[in-house]
């Protein structure tokens, strides 16, 4: 997999076409002003966790002694279950805001929201799969991250233009994208499998 592949995958996981409305709604009762200190402060504190598990994503997996084969497996099994879910979202969802004068912190916009255990998961894959790649799938981490950043950002401009059925369209579509990762990584780890017996 390329650094553009990795980052194409790691912004499809992350999901902030579907994650707008909700964000919305955390944080209606908070001023606008506040609302962007919020938001950068929640995005970086995601972007450390996120670095962290992909740096420490090999020592975690040694220390487990999973084989290469089983965390393919199981990450494409996470995405699939993903993707699935963006495909068919779960009715009402994650509709509840905080009350007035409250705010998040870490929970829920950092985790699960931006740094969920869905990117976790795969951000330990990379890791163990090529790491002699950091370089690259650090670069294709924060290439995710920023675009990310920029749609959190500019959500209500977002939200304006392409309307909540146009986001509901996007959030599917990027779930069949990520549906045929899944079934790739699938078969990679079960051909890698196969090739070891």
């Known amino acids: 997999m390329d650094t553009l592949s990795a980052a194409v995958m790691l912004f499809l996981i992350m999901d902030p076409m579907g994650n707008l409305p909700v964000f919305t ?9 506040r609302r962007r200190i919020i938001l950068i402060r929640e995005l970086l504190i995601a972007l450390a966790i996120m670095m ?3 740096f420490m994503g090999e020592q975690i997996l040694n220390f487990l ?29 994650l ?7 409250d705010e998040p912190l870490i929970v829920p916009l950092a985790i699960p929201m931006i740094a969920g255990p869905s990117i976790l998961a795969t951000l330990l894959l990379l890791a163990h799969q090529e790491p002699d790649r950091m370089l690259d799938w650090s670069l294709a981490l924060l290439g995710a991250w920023s675009a990310t950043t920029v749609i ?15 986001l509901a369209a996007i959030e599917r579509l990027m779930g069949m994208l990520l549906l045929m990762i899944s079934v790739q990584m699938f078969l990679d780890g079960i051909m890698s499998y196969f090739s070891h017996i």
């Open 95 to 101: 509709g509840a805001s905080l009350g007035a004068g």
């Open 65 to 93: 002694s999973l084989k290469k084969e089983a965390v393919s497996i199981s990450g494409a099994i996470i995405l699939f279950l993903i993707g699935l879910k963006m495909i068919f979202p779960p009715e009402g969802g």
């Open 152 to 166: 959190l950002m500019f959500s209500e401009i977002f939200q304006r233009v392409v309307g909540e059925k146009g």
């Open 25 to 33: 709604t955390i944080l209606k009762h908070v001023e606008k002003k």
């Open 52 to 54: 962290a598990f992909l």
